[in-house]
T-cell receptor, first 114, second 113 residues
Framework: ETGVTQTPRHLVMGMTNKKSLKCEQHLGHNAMYWYKQSAKKPLELMFVYSLEERVENNSVPSRFSPECPNSSHLFLHLHTLQPEDSALYLC?????????????FGPGTRLTVT | GENVEQHPSTLSVQEGDSAVIKCTYSDSASNYFPWYKQELGKGPQLIIDIRSNVGEKKDQRIAVTLNKTAKHFSLHITETQPEDSAVYFCAASYPNSGYALNFGKGTSLLVTP
C-alpha cells in the first residue's frame, strides 16, 4: 500500500450520468494530482492541487471537474462523459508539487463510459 | 512542452539476464527523473529516481544512469526475476509546468523462467 486510496476501483457509467471519483492520501502531503491513463499512451496530467489551490489544468474538458476540500482529499466530478473518456484515472500525492518530490500513486479507478 | 520518448515498448528476457530501458527527453531544464513500475491492477510505484546533479544511482539490482548532455537516461535491471515482470515508466520533470512530471509510454517487461 502506498498510502493513497481511491474509490471506487471500478465504475461503469452512461454518458448522461453524474458520478464522482474520490482520492484520499494518508501521507501528510500537500500536493495532489489527477492523471488519466489510456492504453498505449503516456500518463496524462489532468490537474494539480497544491495546498488546496488548483495550480494546473492541462486543457481538460469541462465535463471533468476537480475538487480539493482539504490537503488529504481530492475528488473528480464527472458529467456527460464520452466513450473516449474510458480509462484508468490515477490519483497521486507528493510533499511539494515540484518535480523534486516523489509522487505516490493510488491504485486507480477503472472507468468505462457506455 | 516536454517530450519523453521511451524504448523499447516491449522487452522479453530470460530469468537471470539483464534488462535495459532507455528514455530521452527534450527540455534541457528538466532535473528530476523517476522510474515507476506498474503491476497489473495497481497504480505506478516509484522504484528509483535520479536528480540532475548525479550521473548514476544504484539500489540493489536496479540502477539508473543519466547523460544530461545527450538528454537521455536509462534503467538497468540485473539478475532479472519473474516478479520483475511489469510495465515500467520513465518520467522527466517539466519545468515550464511547475515541475510536474511528463511520462514515457511505458515498457512492458516479461521475464521468463
Amino acid at each position: 500500500e502506498t498510502g493513497v486510496t481511491q474509490t471506487p476501483r471500478h465504475l461503469v457509467m452512461g454518458m448522461t450520468n453524474k458520478k464522482s471519483l474520490k482520492c484520499e492520501q494518508h501521507l501528510g502531503h500537500n500536493a495532489m494530482y489527477w492523471y488519466k491513463q489510456s492504453a498505449k499512451k503516456p500518463l496524462e496530467l489532468m490537474f494539480v492541487y497544491s495546498l488546496e489551490e488548483r495550480v494546473e489544468n492541462n486543457s481538460v474538458p469541462s465535463r471533468f471537474s476537480p475538487e480539493c476540500p482539504n490537503s488529504s482529499h481530492l475528488f473528480l466530478h464527472l458529467h456527460t462523459l464520452q466513450p473516449e473518456d474510458s480509462a484508468l484515472y490515477l490519483c497521486a500525492s507528493s510533499q511539494e508539487r515540484t518535480g523534486y518530490y516523489e509522487q505516490y500513486f493510488g491504485p486507480g479507478t477503472r472507468l468505462t463510459v457506455t | 512542452g516536454e517530450n519523453v520518448e521511451q524504448h523499447p515498448s516491449t522487452l522479453s528476457v530470460q530469468e537471470g539476464d539483464s534488462a535495459v530501458i532507455k528514455c530521452t527527453y527534450s527540455d534541457s531544464a528538466s532535473n528530476y527523473f523517476p522510474w515507476y513500475k506498474q503491476e497489473l491492477g495497481k497504480g505506478p510505484q516509484l522504484i528509483i529516481d535520479i536528480r540532475s546533479n548525479v550521473g548514476e544511482k544504484k539500489d540493489q539490482r536496479i540502477a539508473v544512469t543519466l547523460n544530461k548532455t545527450a538528454k537521455h537516461f536509462s534503467l538497468h535491471i540485473t539478475e532479472t526475476q519473474p516478479e520483475d515482470s511489469a510495465v515500467y515508466f520513465c518520467a522527466a520533470s517539466y519545468p515550464n509546468s511547475g515541475y510536474a512530471l511528463n511520462f514515457g509510454k511505458g515498457t512492458s517487461l516479461l521475464v521468463t523462467p
